[in-house]
């Protein structure tokens, strides 16, 4: 499995339980990918304005290493 994290929208808490649904299935990933902004996607314009582009919405969007970090984390324990 692929999974990215730090994506915008994603807290914390979301990647906390997308880790307690994936551990049931007895999955052992060997890395996670951060999210990398990308030029001309939705998702990298949502990163760097802090709204999404479409509804105008304010969109959370992790940026520190710290809280990146914390996001990955669930997956290796």
Do not use: N
């Not at 999955?27 to 902004?37: A, G, I, M, S, Y």
């Not at 709204?51 to 290796?76: G, I, N």
């Amino acid at each position: 499995p692929y999974f990215i994290s730090s994506h915008p929208g994603c807290r914390e808490q979301d990647m906390a339980r997308l880790a307690e649904k994936v551990r049931p299935l007895g999955l052992r990933l060997e890395q996670v990918q951060d999210f990398t902004p990308t030029p001309m996607t939705v998702s990298t314009e949502t990163w760097a304005t802090g709204y999404h582009p479409y509804t105008r919405r304010e969109v959370f969007s992790a940026k520190d290493a710290e809280e990146k970090k914390r996001q990955k984390q669930y997956f290796f324990k």
